[in-house]
């Protein structure tokens, strides 16, 4: 293959990863915005008592983890690029577990720092976003191997 024509290869890829990581954060940022109304509004109306301080901390926790989870899965993603498809597996697999050691470490802290009717409801909400986030990544990066192995 010419020089050229390797160049042009690589900036097409890095631009399909520009656009797959803006895609990403948009989503990403809608999820952030729905899940926070969703919630807060399940406080305010059925759980008043229930609603923390902190809550909008959490929607703000999983977007910077999901900023986060992006710019280390796409460094195995030029890995794979490079001829080794598995290290984009391995990236991914990697940054899901120390975002879940990262999360158990901010659940205990938070919970050891609130009351126990706070812990609760944190814990409640806290984990219903880990669910949450953790399903829409997975489908949102196997949608995308997907396409990368086909090609577009």
């Not at 050229?4 to 890095?14: M, T, V």
């Not at 969703?38 to 703000?60: K, T």
């Not at 992006?70 to 697999?93: C, H, I, K, W, Y």
């Not at 659940?107 to 812990?119: D, Q, T």
Request: charged share 15%.
């Amino acid at each position: 293959m010419p020089p050229c024509a390797w160049r042009h290869r690589q900036s097409d890829e890095a631009a399909r990863m520009e656009s797959s990581r803006r895609t990403y954060l948009v989503q990403t940022a809608f999820l952030t915005l729905a899940m926070g109304g969703l919630l807060a509004w399940v406080f305010a109306s059925w759980l008043p008592e229930r609603y923390f301080a902190g809550y909008p901390l959490v929607a703000v926790y999983f977007y910077v983890m999901g900023i986060i989870t992006t710019a280390m899965t796409e460094r195995g993603n030029r890995d794979s690029s490079a001829g080794r498809p598995q290290r984009q597996v391995q990236a991914f697999l990697a940054v899901h577990v120390v975002r879940l050691l990262v999360s158990v470490i901010v659940m205990v802290a938070c919970c050891l720092a609130m009351s126990k009717e706070g812990a609760i409801a944190f814990l409640c909400a806290f984990m219903l976003n880990y669910i949450v986030y953790m399903v829409y990544d997975s489908c949102y990066f196997a949608r995308r191997a997907k396409r990368q192995a086909s090609g577009k």
